[in-house]
């Protein structure tokens, strides 16, 4: 089945310092899968951070940008100067609109951002 | 913005037990899903849901039943509580396919079965 990869558990860095969050997919369809960010503050519910749908793509928000690299099946997520705000956990998902009735989103385990000042 | 709420947000529950958890939309959307995480995983499928009084499995139903009575509600029930089922749940809903594909996700249920 399709699935998506985030190597990092557990992120700590200074604040103004940059942070990457590495993502990659597998997706068992020929077609391209659409690529999210979500986003979980402490006591919310993950909300949408930013997504791409076509491949070579790049999506932003909040300061956040990640480039959709179907070569690599890669989608990291970089800030170039986090905020002790950006503290939460990071999720990286794909979707398949190929057909199904599902529409369901395939998450990574999730990457738990820590800004020190 | 769209709304997802979750009810209980968290619950202890005892081994054997039935627990239903609730979950309630405002956003006019036709699809509803229900995932779980467990400590160091992602988010994965357990029940979803594309109209009123109908529900399909995701990829892990085993021990879960899901109920729809109106677009916007969806419950799910744990009829046999497990210590396995200790885990966050997760309530989300999004229009229906071939229109806007963003799921909009509650706050979450932490369920622990003791």
């Known amino acids: 089945g399709d699935s998506v990869t985030q190597t990092e558990g557990q992120v700590t860095v200074s604040e103004s310092k940059s942070l990457i969050i590495n993502c990659t997919y597998s997706a068992t369809s020929i077609a391209y899968p659409n690529l999210f960010w979500y986003v979980r503050y402490p006591g919310e519910g993950l909300q949408l951070l930013l997504k791409v749908i076509t491949a070579g793509q790049k999506g932003s928000s909040r300061g956040f940008e990640a480039t959709y690299n179907k070569e690599t099946t890669s989608f990291h997520l970089q800030k170039a100067s986090v905020q002790e705000s950006d503290s939460a956990v990071y999720y990286c998902?794909?979707?398949?609109?190929?057909?199904?009735?599902?529409?369901?989103?395939?998450f990574g385990e999730g990457t738990q951002v820590t800004v020190i000042s | 913005e769209a709304a997802v709420t979750q009810s209980p947000r968290s619950k202890v529950a005892v081994t054997g037990g039935k627990v239903t958890l609730s979950c309630h939309q405002t956003n006019n959307h036709d699809y509803m899903y229900w995932y779980r995480q467990d400590t160091g995983h992602g988010l994965r499928l357990i029940h979803y849901s594309y109209v009123a009084d109908s529900t399909e499995k995701g990829d892990i139903p085993d021990g879960y039943k899901a109920s729809r009575p109106s677009q916007e509600n969806f419950s799910l029930i744990l009829e046999l509580a497990s210590l396995s089922q200790t885990a966050v749940y997760f309530c989300?809903?999004?229009?229906?396919?071939?229109?806007?594909?963003?799921?909009?996700f509650g706050p979450g249920t932490r369920l622990l079965v003791l």
């Open positions: 989300a809903s999004r229009a229906g396919l071939g229109g806007e594909d963003t799921q909009y």
């Open positions: 998902a794909l979707s398949m609109n190929t057909g199904g009735l599902s529409g369901k989103l395939t």
